[in-house]
């Protein structure tokens, strides 16, 4: 047995989710560590929320999720970062004093003017990644998601398991 071998690699198919998150966390690590050389204060985990709240304004945590598609958990961490940065507050509904409303800082906005300049940065390095490897993931994602909002994969793993029976 060798120790130093990549035992999720080693497992193969039935391990995608854990490799794709894996590569995720590159990603998201790598231009996280590049971030600051743009002149981007704001975690990295924290860009689509600042852009969101920058292109459509003030959203509740529930709304972010939403809009994001990500765990309201998460999204409350992710608050917490941006609020701890100066770059979102938390602001009062006049309409509904139980909402409490997330919104971008001056500072807030001026990092996501940033990101959106650093996005075409990302989206080119994205670019020539999917060249050299031959597959666009983000065409690859986008069929997937598809393919997953007409049958979940729960569904069909049921479906496939039902037939081994």
């Known amino acids: 047995m ?37 002149g981007i204060g704001a975690p990295a985990r924290g860009l689509s929320t600042l852009l969101l709240l ?10 972010i999720a939403g809009r994001i598609r990500l765990s309201h958990p998460l999204i409350i961490k992710l608050v917490r970062q941006l609020e701890g940065a100066g770059l979102v507050e938390t602001t009062s509904d006049p309409t509904d004093r139980r909402r ?10 001026e990092q996501a003017r940033r990101v959106e300049a650093a996005s075409a940065v990302i989206s080119a390095a994205y670019r020539e990644l999917f060249s050299e490897i031959g597959v666009d993931l983000l065409d690859a994602a986008e069929k997937t ?6 049958e979940p994969f729960t569904m069909r793993l049921r479906r496939l398991a039902a037939k081994t029976r």
């Open 100 to 109: 409490r409303p997330i919104a971008l800082t001056a500072a807030g906005r």
């Open 145 to 150: 998601e598809a393919a997953t909002a007409k």
């Open 54 to 63: 920058d292109r459509e304004g003030p959203h509740s945590v529930t709304e």
């Open 2 to 38: 060798d120790r130093d071998a990549d035992f999720i690699t080693e497992l193969g198919l039935p391990f995608l989710a854990h490799r794709l998150r894996r590569m995720s966390e590159q990603f998201v690590d790598g231009y996280a560590a590049w971030l600051t050389e743009a």
